[in-house]
């Protein structure tokens, strides 16, 4: 399953990531993120890389760097970005079957509008812990079922 997974990453199969069994995952963080899957998984219109990889804690110049080398993301690197590309997954999942709908575009937007649930904070400014991934990821999951904690 990881090879497949693995392999599916140049395609940026958000929602195969997402649904992933966890023993997956941990086993693509710890062999580290190839820095070029990782380049595609962030580019989310209208967010752009670059937001996505200042809200992650990855300096751009080593990011450049490592896809320019064809190197892999660090444990801690590929941890981050599997969580902010498994966000995007959960969204996708969300909304399957809804035609036309931009769940990459919907999220750069939700992403950057300050949210009651997190005391006014914008979701982007927690994506660089896990913690914070793990509730945004929960605070979505709320939004959607109209049950904000």
Do not use: C
Request: no cysteine.
């Amino acid at each position: 399953m990881t090879e497949t997974l693995t392999r599916t990453t140049a395609g940026v199969s958000y929602g195969k990531l997402y649904k992933a069994p966890v023993m997956v995952r941990i086993d693509m963080i710890k062999k580290g993120v190839r820095a070029t899957d990782a380049r595609q998984w962030l580019d989310i219109e209208p967010l752009g890389r670059g937001a996505a990889l200042k809200a992650l804690d990855l300096p751009l110049a080593t990011f450049n760097r490592k896809v320019k080398e064809g190197g892999r993301l660090s444990p801690a690197e590929s941890e981050r970005v599997i969580g902010f590309a498994r966000l995007v997954g959960q969204v996708e999942a969300m909304v399957e079957g809804a035609p036309g709908f931009d769940a990459r575009a919907w999220l750069a937007g939700w992403l950057t509008q300050p949210l009651p649930a997190l005391g006014h904070a914008r979701p982007i400014d927690l994506m660089d812990t896990m913690e914070g991934q793990s509730l945004v990821a929960r605070t979505l999951e709320q939004a959607v079922s109209g049950a904000y904690a």
